[in-house]
């Protein structure tokens, strides 16, 4: 087997990953086709990072039971490589449920995913003081309060759609664009209510610091010009 790149799952570096040890060795699930069999292999492979040792399940058609993979369609790393996401100007609880969602996405954790997502609308809500009862009213006046513009009211409401279908137990499969769709729309979520907000108040005090400093009255005694005593200049 070739070597293999991923992203690490033990030191989350884009590494490539080459096959250690024993061959591949054949899992005895292989399921017999007109043209072959379907079967899955598994490798230990090492990352050329830190050394570590992770395991590679490829699932594909091949000629014959122990002959190699001539295609591969479905392939899985063990340990899955976890990536999160941060998000400055955030409450430190709010970002970190926003994080702990695109984990569990980057694993394929889905439904999780969404359902974190559906809770960091509200608590976003609730942190602004917005006590209004269920999370479709939360919405909703985050949108009276001129906290968000209308089509973010709507992306609100989308994530709270989203979520729905996991917190009131209605258990249908979500794609991974989906649950990708409805992460990025809750991201937006947190850029209009803090981080938009936070950069501009950041340039605001760069810039009104800025004219202070162009503005303040010079010292006295740089607008008395040098200072000489018995001929020599003391001003150096």
Request: aromatic content about 6%; some cysteine; glycine content about 8%.
């Amino acid at each position: 087997m070739a070597s293999l790149s991923t992203t690490c799952g033990w030191c989350g570096r884009f590494a490539n990953m080459q096959p250690y040890g024993e061959p591949a060795k054949v899992i005895a699930n292989s399921e017999a086709e007109s043209y072959g069999v379907t079967k899955t292999e598994q490798t230990v492979c090492r990352c050329d990072h830190c050394g570590r040792l992770s395991l590679v399940l490829q699932r594909g058609h091949a000629t014959e039971v122990y002959s190699e993979l001539i295609t591969v369609d479905e392939e899985e790393w063990l340990p899955a490589s976890v990536i999160g996401r941060s998000f400055e100007d955030v409450p430190s609880q709010i970002g970190s449920v926003a994080n702990e969602a695109y984990k569990c996405a980057s694993i394929g954790a889905y439904r999780g995913a969404v359902a974190l997502a559906r809770a960091v609308v509200e608590s976003t809500a609730k942190s602004k003081g917005i006590t209004a009862n269920g999370i479709a009213n939360k919405i909703d006046k985050l949108y009276e309060q001129n906290l968000i513009r209308e089509h973010v009211k709507d992306a609100a409401h989308e994530v709270r759609f989203g979520g729905n279908s996991v917190a009131h137990g209605d258990l249908d499969d979500l794609s991974s664009e989906e649950a990708e769709e409805i992460l990025l729309l809750m991201s937006e979520i947190l850029e209009e209510v803090f981080q938009s907000p936070a950069r501009v108040q950041r340039q605001r005090q760069k810039r009104l610091a800025r004219k202070a400093e162009k503005t303040q009255p010079a010292s006295p005694d740089a607008a008395s010009g040098p200072v000489q005593a018995g001929g020599v200049d003391f001003s150096t």
